[in-house]
């Protein structure tokens, strides 16, 4: 049995298993690092419709990361920013809600889904 006064213990009635001494637990997965602007990148270049992401006329529009960064997604703490380019085949504002629509659910804030240019579909860009 492990005392529950040793460094690491989990107190009675508070569940889950403890920590040895010494060690370091293990940190939660940052919910607005690489993982969630990768994932939504993702799930909007999935949505029929998106040309891609769109970083914005300077490059401005991205989520920056150590050693990288993810072009057309910007995560805030009150909201989520997508920035794409559209077929023009295809209805601007229905494409943009179902943006909105696929992502909030994975965000829980809302989501703004800005269309920065809208091109022809070609063999290369569907």
Known sequence: MTDPTS?????????????PAGAAPTPPPDPTGADLSSRIAELTRAVPGVADLHGG???EVATYLPGGRVSGVRIRPDHTEVHVTVFWD???????DAVRTTLEALVGTPVLVTVEDVV???KENQ
């Open 7 to 19: 460094p690491g213990a989990v107190p009675p009635g508070r569940g889950g298993a403890a920590v």
């Open 90 to 96: 295809h209805p601007v504002r229905a494409t943009a």
């Open 57 to 59: 006329v300077f490059g």
């Open 120 to 122: 022809h579909p070609t």
